[in-house]
């Protein structure tokens, strides 16, 4: 009987924090964006770095946003016309124009490492 409720209570525990993580997931792609905005506006010539942070945080968690909203809906979520399909399309293409994903984390590595020098 102990060994249950632990078990049950183990599950609470970590559903509990994948919905801290979760919730907080859009929190980091705001604060990196506002981040961004402020380190231009204290005068910063460039903020390569600070942009390619800011779109790869905030377009990956739309994409994973988005791809729960489909699971969410199963088949409903891929029909053409559906809002959901309409958004997943949408944030699709957010992740590759101005730079793929794979490209903004090799423009945040190269700038760290310029940086090093």
């Known amino acids: 009987m102990y060994e249950a409720f632990l078990a049950a209570w183990a599950i609470l525990v970590v559903a509990a924090i994948a919905a801290a993580l979760v919730a907080s997931i859009p929190v980091i792609g705001w604060l990196l964006v506002r981040h961004a905005a402020w380190t231009k506006d204290q005068g910063a010539e460039r903020i390569t770095r600070e942009a390619a942070m800011a779109k790869l945080a905030a377009t990956e968690m739309a994409q994973r946003v988005v791809d729960r909203a489909v699971q969410l809906h199963g088949g409903q979520g891929v029909m053409r016309g559906s809002t959901v ?25 190269g700038t760290i490492l310029k940086e090093k020098k």
């Open 85 to 109: 399909e309409r958004l997943y399309r949408e944030v699709r293409s957010l992740r590759i124009y101005e730079g793929t994903s794979e490209i903004q984390k090799l423009v945040i590595a």
